[in-house]
């Protein structure tokens, strides 16, 4: 391979082995290969949103394809246009330039019942910033449209003034975010401060992921009573309200119940056929009534699911010249429900959750060490890969530097005894494990 866009033409064909066509088509096309530094493959994507859809539930997969190429383990990057800037030594794009995707508006989002609250109060919020609902937090399941919403707030902000200074960070990339600048000293931290305290609009997405990370909280905690005291206008997405989140502290939680609460439930079944026909339309594809009715009735649980749908009866009509009649729709829908309902995380997964989590390194995690932290994240680890995978005990074993399978047993068995003796622990096993399947 002579160069990192070779590499990059090898991972996708990897990728293609596991991911459908029309989701590489639909999530990757902006996605571009921009170096390789040491060990971290380095990719770039200007579309936030797809940025961090791929973050959440893709990296797995690039990085097991580079791994499967290059035989060694592989850290991958996703710059935005500000970090690729950065690295090529150019200035980055201002925050007003962002979140400019048609996509993303009022006007493409669908309205029903079960998210009429939540559309109403993001449009009182992008008309007045900051005067009346200041946080808005909008929780509910992943795919019922929360990121939708605000990336539509913002951008009728960015319209209404583009000088408007708009920050967009996700729950766990904040508390990523935040060890690298400790890592990288005083001035790096305080620039990621001022980054996030100039803003006239701060929207954090999955907020849950902050929970139990002490110092992003406290961090988070001083950001928040800037903004809100100098009138700056916060929105917060989460899937769960805030007095569900176990480990999040309650100067926070009263916090974020200070403005207002709205939540996104499943859409009804005539929401679900009017999501259908207006992907479509927007997409050009004629679909006859029999049909939309047909997946209205078997895809209900959420608007992604639906958009997937609808994604994949246009690849089989495209690329294989389908027509758009009840078996190929089946066949969509078919697939589309086995790759939701049949999801196991990979022990990969599950370590780099937790690594993040206890900010201990998966080496660690997976070695002898037996500092506290660590041993309580290995024998965390080890319980969730038995019992969110199909993975044997002696396999779980090769994961952590080759243990045998009564030393994985025991770890199990010890986690399983403190969660039956301690509430808080339990909840905490139970939250990690929610959150794990939360980024698929």
Not at 102 to 116: H, L, M, R, Y
Not at 197 to 225: C, P, S, W
């Amino acid at each position: 391979m002579n160069s990192v866009a070779d590499v990059w033409d090898n991972v996708l064909a990897q990728l293609k082995r596991d991911l459908s066509e029309t989701t590489i088509a639909t999530w990757f096309d902006e996605l571009k290969a921009v170096d390789i530094r040491g060990n971290t493959f380095v990719l770039h994507c200007a579309n936030d949103f797809k940025r961090g859809y791929i973050e959440t539930l893709f990296l797995k997969n690039i990085k097991a394809a580079l791994h499967d190429i290059f035989s060694m383990e592989f850290e991958v990057s996703i710059l935005d246009d500000a970090g690729l800037a950065a690295l090529s030594g150019g200035e980055p794009k201002k925050q007003s330039d962002r979140f400019t995707s048609d996509e993303f508006t009022f006007e493409t989002f669908v309205v029903g019942p079960s998210n009429k609250l939540a559309y109403a109060a993001s449009v009182a919020v992008a008309e007045h910033p900051a005067q009346n609902y200041n946080p808005l937090l909008i929780y509910g399941d992943s795919g019922l449209g929360k990121t939708h919403l605000i990336y539509a707030i913002a951008n009728v902000i960015r319209k209404n003034d583009p000088r408007s200074k708009i920050a967009y960070v996700k729950g766990d990339d904040l508390t990523n975010e935040l060890v690298a600048a400790i890592q990288a000293g005083p001035n790096k931290t305080a620039e990621m401060r001022e980054k996030y305290r100039q803003a006239d609009l701060l929207l954090v997405d999955d907020v849950q992921f902050i929970a139990g990370k002490k110092q992003t909280q406290e961090e988070f905690f001083h950001t928040f009573n800037n903004l809100y005291e100098s009138g700056r206008q916060i929105v917060l997405t989460s899937d769960r309200p805030p007095s569900e989140m176990t480990q999040l502290e309650d100067r926070l939680r009263t916090r974020f119940e200070w403005g207002l609460l709205v939540d996104v439930a499943p859409p009804d079944f005539e929401t679900r056929l009017a999501i259908i026909k207006n992907k479509a339309a927007l997409l050009g594809l004629d679909l006859p009534d029999k049909v939309t009715v047909y997946i209205a009735q078997n895809v209900t649980s959420n608007v992604r699911q639906l958009e997937g749908t609808i994604n994949k009866i246009m690849a089989l009509k495209d690329l294989l010249g389908n027509d758009t009649d009840e078996e190929t729709v089946s066949r969509a829908i078919q697939d589309m429900l086995r790759r939701n309902n049949e999801y196991v995380p990979t022990p990969e997964a599950i370590l780099d959750y937790i690594s993040k989590y206890y900010n201990v390194e998966q080496s660690v995690i997976r070695g002898q060490q037996r500092i506290r932290d660590a041993v309580q994240a290995r024998q965390i680890a080890i319980y969730l890969i038995r019992s969110m995978t199909n993975l044997s005990l002696d396999d779980i074993g090769k994961e952590f530097d080759n243990r045998d399978h009564s030393t994985v047993l025991y770890s199990i068995q010890q986690v399983e005894k403190k969660m039956k003796k301690d509430a808080a622990f339990a909840e905490t096993v139970k939250e990690i494990k929610t959150n794990i399947n939360a980024k698929r």
